[in-house]
T-cell receptor
Framework: DAKTTQPNSMESNEEEPVHLPCNHSTISGTDYIHWYRQLPSQGPEYVIHGLTSNVNNRMASLAIAEDRKSSTLILHRATLRDAAVYYCILRDIYNNNDMRFGAGTRLTVKP | EPEVTQTPSHQVTQMGQEVILRCVPISNHLYFYWYRQILGQKVEFLVSFYNNEISEKSEIFDDQFSVERPDGSNFTLKIRSTKLEDSAMYFC???????????????FGPGTRLTVL
């Protein structure tokens, strides 16, 4: 699987937008970009995924660069409950049952 | 909302003993997975299972590990002879589909903390 690079940690203030970046310069044409997060003492949970176009759902938005070499997860109004480790994962369209997690970005939300 | 459940939440065992970790995936899901997370480290893929057989496994999933779907609801991970380094949180997950192009969000359980003494 192609690798992703994320900052180790980020901070945000409550009720402000958060932009979590992910670089994936070796992404292939068949890789989907998935985001999961892991709240403290819980299993990972799905946030959003996309291929080429920007995506929105009730949790977040995903902005994908035109060349697909980077993407940004956007939380529009961070809450204390959004404090978690956020993982950007590439998954091949044909291949893949498993997910290979990196270290992710630890998001701290300050009241 | 349907969810993946895991039992027990915490298992303590002696080195060399066999342990079985149990999971009940979401009922209409067809793909099942085990991951582990050593304290303070990243989540690591162990194995995926579909149609009663292993579809992928990582280098971690050696002969000490096995998985089984003994009935229509449970999915188990067995560690034959536990080692100290097997101490970790073990997460079960399931998904409707297996391929990334379809909507195949993986739903994770709350985990079983395995402590090997």
């Amino acid at each position: 699987d192609a690798k992703t690079t994320q900052p180790n940690s980020m901070e945000s203030n409550e009720e402000e937008p958060v932009h979590l970046p992910c670089n994936h310069s070796t992404i292939s044409g068949t890789d989907y970009i998935h985001w999961y997060r892991q709240l403290p003492s819980q299993g990972p949970e799905y946030v959003i995924h996309g291929l080429t176009s920007n995506v929105n759902n009730r949790m977040a938005s995903l902005a994908i660069a035109e060349d697909r070499k980077s993407s940004t997860l956007i939380l529009h109004r961070a809450t204390l409950r959004d404090a978690a480790v956020y993982y950007c994962i590439l998954r091949d369209i044909y291949n893949n049952n498993d997910m290979r997690f990196g270290a992710g970005t630890r998001l701290t939300v300050k009241p | 909302e349907p969810e993946v459940t895991q039992t027990p939440s915490h298992q303590v065992t002696q080195m060399g003993q066999e342990v079985i970790l149990r999971c009940v995936p979401i009922s209409n899901h067809l793909y099942f997975y085990w991951y582990r997370q050593i304290l303070g480290q990243k989540v690591e893929f162990l194995v995926s299972f579909y149609n009663n057989e292993i579809s992928e496994k990582s280098e971690i999933f050696d002969d000490q590990f096995s998985v089984e779907r003994p009935d229509g609801s449970n999915f188990t991970l067995k560690i034959r002879s536990t080692k100290l380094e097997d101490s970790a949180m073990y997460f079960c997950a399931s998904s409707e589909e297996g391929l990334a192009y379809s909507y195949n969000e993986q739903f994770f359980g709350p985990g079983t903390r395995l402590t090997v003494l």
